[in-house]
């Protein structure tokens, strides 16, 4: 028998790709569960996560699951997802069903649009801050990220906008916005489109929070930006049904420039072959049904409740931050010169049994430090998590 002696030489490392994967609202957790072992209680205000917080998810949903499950969509559904559902969120969208693609939330929708149209070097506007999912996409796909900022009432500077949009290959706008909570005005948007459409740049616009303007008013971005200028408008179950664990979005494409990068959203969605088909049938009924209107007005009720509590409580200390007219989160400036970095703070908040984001998880931020809470917790958490960073200020 010849025993051949050979030396591994691959250590197992990952590859250098992943030097680039980041997720800031989840990696904090690893060391809050470190303190939590050493028997420390932990208040997460790290994630958007309603459930966790007693916000009861559309009923609808799982009553719908719970009757599919006896029904025969046991196999892969379509690959660009469940005819139903397409048809249904292109009712609302005003497009047409081969226009939709479904997604494992909008999270895979972004990964699709990145990978599907964003190549070297390509230039991708992003807002400042920004969710944190975008900053690592854009890296990912190797494309060259471009801040745009927001002006003192919490809308896109459109000045600083057009320093900046020429050669870009894209504009993804966040409405409600993820972290600030700023919601933008048909005026602003309007003018914003007008500038995409002179420069011929396509938006990713993230409708996440969509239903969720708690001040100001709703606006439907598709009416601002219909025939002006190619646009993909996503949005989900997760945050506006409170069904975040249904892992379901979707992306419907708009305008007539879209052919092949919707050829190669296709092929993306071919590889994964489908996403569950139950959830998709109880979102096509879920989208539909006439009993959302009153539940998503009990919703906004609490978020507002809760705003208020939150606003109520935070403004006692040295910190600043837009009070957020939509979403469930506000970005906060510590007004002390205490703190240097965002990283030390949030490390110190977490020996005082506070989970929050580091601002910097959000893009570079030049000003001060910053970090990110949610308020969607009842105000006897809100009100316990900052008695408790109090300390540390
Ligand atoms: C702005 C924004 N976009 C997209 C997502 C992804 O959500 P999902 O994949 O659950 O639809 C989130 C989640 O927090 C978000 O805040």
Redesign the pocket.
Known sequence: MIHLKLKRKLPYRPTERMNVVSYP?RDIVMEAKREEAKGRKMIYLN??DPPQYGFKPFPVIAERVKSVLDENFKGYAPSEGDEQLRKTVAKIEKCRPEDVFVV?????G?DFFFHSFIGFGEKVLLPNPV?P?YLSKAKQFEGDSVFYRHDADGQIDVKNLSRKIEGAKAMVI?NPN?PLGAVYSEQNLAEVVHLCSEYDVPIFY?G??DQLTLQGKQVDFRKIAQKRVPFIY?S????DFNY?GA?I?WVAFHGDKWEEVKNAFFLLCNQRLSVNWEYQKAAAAAIADPSYPAYIADIKKKLMERREAFVKIAGKLPLSFPVPNG?FYAFIKIETRKWKKDLAFVQAALKEGVVFVPGSGFGRQEDGVYFRTTFLPEPHIIEEAFGNIKRIL
């Open positions: 609202i994630i958007g494992a939330g909008l999270t895979e972004i969710y999912l966040i993820n993230d996440s929070y996503g989900s179950l997760s945050k975040p892992r979005g979403a």
